[in-house]
């Protein structure tokens, strides 16, 4: 009991990283797509990405996309952190074209597990 009691004071004392308010931290969020969204040119002419403006930043805002109902300030924080230094390391060079071209894999859907599911994407008879 005295354990459990510990713990839960630990996690409500848990201080955000960086941002203070979840409005701080949308706008941290917004600074970094900013600044992907300004070094994108710079990438695929560097490392010679063998896609078109638009489609970078298409893949660039689906990839935002996919953290959107993430509501923990802590979580964003070392998001947005994470996302820095990625940026940092392509920006600067540090990485193989291979590296960059696994930003743009090909989004790939779940294959279905039910009956109805795979006979409509035509695997089962």
């Known amino acids: 009991s005295t354990g459990g009691t510990l713990i839960r004071q630990a996690v409500k004392e848990a201080k955000p990283v960086f941002s203070a308010t979840s409005e701080d931290a949308r706008r941290r969020v917004l600074n970094l797509y900013r ?13 010679d990405v063998p896609l078109t403006l638009p489609m970078c930043r298409r893949k660039l805002r689906e990839n935002f996309e996919k953290y959107r109902q993430v509501n923990d300030i802590r979580v964003i924080d070392l998001l947005v952190a994470k996302g ?19 930003y743009f894999k090909q989004t790939v859907s779940p294959k279905p597990t039910d009956f109805l599911g795979k006979f409509f994407d035509g695997k089962e008879p």
């Open 84 to 102: 820095q230094m990625e940026l940092v390391e392509t920006a600067h060079m540090w990485k193989q074209k291979t590296h960059v071209m696994d």
């Open 35 to 47: 600044a992907w969204f300004r070094q994108l040119p710079y990438i695929i002419r560097e490392y």
